[in-house]
């Protein structure tokens, strides 16, 4: 499909607001042009006729031409253009009037970059669906709604992502209603495999499709809603509803990902806001919610409520300062039985699900189990065997996302074996032959969820065995093996610079663009970014 690139005006006679949604968002990372703006109605007709905008935002006072006349005369002569207005709340009747003459929209002054946003993405929904009506145009309709869902996604990820982003009574969410108080809603999909293969390893179109089924299935065809593009399994909701209504929401969310998935989902709902709080402290309200929650393969609704329970319980320590050391001397040893018992029994990570432990719990018992591990072998081992274990403790530590503790303990009894070091293998021709087929797999789907538990079903193998012999073959720990195709061909990918780094993070292999981040800079030194552009530096 040819490139598609749209063209914005605004028009306005107050050269501050002008210059403020020039700067407002990244215009051209959308493949957006942000026109030469218009300063009063003449200029406006000048631009257009000139420059055939596609959308235009327009001030409704401003010399020469009000918004009334002009938007009516744009009407008549510019069919296909979108048009938005500008106004104060003292100019509700000219508002009324120019919605009347053919105006789709109105934003009120001061606009903010959720307004604006908002406004961009309804303008380039309602260009594919004209374009929609033509038959022709209809796989140009959908990639216009996923461009307009992705500024959505990348806007407001921002806005969570920065400490100071205010969401308070100035943030309008349906561009003339202003709220006392917000609640976040933040929906974790802990395996996103399933619903990749579903939506064909397409993060846009995964994205774009599941917020509007959201919005079906609820029946709010205007909730603010947009998926965290630095954890593509983290869905957010911005909504003013109360918690009865949250609560509802949410159970019908629930229900629609059980249909569709059988991965466990999150629900977590922050406190409803009076005060000026941001978005950034409310999802981190949320994500410290989440890790109280059991570390269980189901789905769950979670208040971050003040009088919460969960909140004030002590969170316990499973690996002691005795556990260490005895793991340590166990270590040092090389007593590979002694330390599995001590850490599946005696810590009782085999039985963390059965016996209540919080994800928080299993998060930190790994973390520390992990730590020591690596320090045993630091000293001794190479820079490719560092590297090897330092791609099994990334991977321990996104399993634990998984709440599988069969999949989990399976990963640390590999991070075990390697440390501890084990007998090298006698590789008979079937083996051989087995380890050359799941190599041939691994190259052809590197986008999959692949871990030692799949490949070792598939191909009908102990896993530990199997582990041992593909690295003898190889030269690789599994997961090191993978970690390197996926990277080699994101770099593959990142020659095409109209693919954003967070979308060759999802069509590789990984949901989390932080952890894809954290692999690749262990695996090439710097950062995908700082990659690209000395890419596209030397090229």
Not at 18 to 29: A, G, P
Not at 107 to 131: A, G, N
Not at 340 to 357: I, P, Q, R, Y
Not at 525 to 531: A, K, L, R, T, V
Request: proline share 2%.
């Amino acid at each position: 499909m040819a490139e598609i690139t749209y063209k914005v005006l605004v028009a306005d006679d107050e050269y501050w607001t002008r210059e403020k949604l020039r700067t407002m968002i990244d215009w051209q990372q959308y493949d957006i042009e942000f026109l030469e703006p218009a300063v009063d109605g003449e200029d406006v007709l000048n631009k257009i006729k000139e420059n055939m905008p596609d959308i235009l935002i327009t001030d409704i006072n401003m010399p020469f031409m009000d918004g009334v006349e002009l938007v009516k005369l744009l009407k008549n002569a510019y069919p296909d253009m979108v048009v938005f207005v500008i106004s104060g709340y003292d100019d509700f009747d000219f508002v009324r009037s120019t919605l009347l003459s053919g105006a789709i929209n109105y934003m009120l002054k001061p606009v903010t970059k959720i307004d604006l946003v908002d406004t961009i993405s309804k303008s380039l929904e309602i260009i594919s669906k004209k374009r929609k009506a033509v038959k022709e145009q209809e796989e140009q309709s959908l990639q216009i709604l996923k461009a307009s869902s992705l500024i959505r996604d990348r806007e407001f990820s921002l806005l969570v992502e920065k400490e100071e982003a205010i969401y308070t009574p100035a943030v309008r969410m349906n561009s003339n209603i202003d709220f006392a108080g917000n609640s976040l809603m933040l929906i974790k999909i802990h395996n996103l495999s399933e619903l990749t293969q579903e939506y064909h390893h397409d993060m846009n179109l995964l994205s774009y499709l599941i917020k509007k089924e959201i919005k079906e299935i609820t029946g709010y065809e205007k909730l603010l809603i947009f998926n965290y593009i630095y954890r593509s399994n983290e869905f957010i909701i911005i909504t003013e509803l109360d918690n009865v209504k949250l609560k509802w929401m949410a159970q019908i969310i629930l229900n629609y990902f059980a249909r569709k998935t059988k991965a466990p989902v999150s629900i977590v709902i922050s406190e409803h806001s009076y005060t000026m709080e941001s978005i950034h402290t409310a999802y981190i309200q949320s994500v410290s919610m989440l890790m109280t929650r059991k570390y269980k393969v189901n789905s769950v609704i979670l208040f971050c409520e003040k009088d919460n329970p969960e909140l004030k319980k002590d969170v316990k320590n499973h690996i002691s300062e005795e556990h260490e050391n005895q793991l340590k001397s166990l270590l040092k040893s090389r007593n590979k039985a002694g330390v599995k018992k001590l850490v599946f029994e005696t810590m009782g990570l085999k039985s963390c699900d059965t016996n209540g432990w919080s994800l928080l719990e299993v998060k930190q018992t790994v973390k520390r189990i992990c730590n020591v591990l690596i320090d045993d072998i630091s000293s001794h081992k190479t820079h490719q065997e560092m590297m090897e274990i330092d791609s099994l403790n990334e991977l321990a530590a996104k399993t634990v996302e998984y709440l599988n503790a069969q999949n989990l303990c399976l990963v640390m009894e590999e991070m075990i074996e390697y440390t501890v070091g084990s007998i090298k293998e006698e590789i008979t021709g079937s083996i051989r032959g087995v380890v050359k087929l799941a190599v041939n797999y691994i190259h052809e789907n590197f986008f999959e969820e692949l871990t030692l538990l799949s490949l070792s079903q598939k191909y009908n193998v102990e896993s530990s065995y199997f582990s041992r012999v593909f690295r003898q073959e190889t030269g690789d720990n599994l997961m090191l093996y993978i970690a390197k195709r996926r990277i080699d061909k994101s770099k593959e990918y990142m020659a095409d610079s109209k693919i954003n780094l967070t979308e060759i993070a999802f069509m590789v292999g990984y949901d989390d663009y932080t952890y894809f981040n954290r692999v690749f800079r262990k695996l090439t030194g710097i950062s995908p970014s700082e990659y690209r552009n000395e890419r596209m530096t030397k090229g």
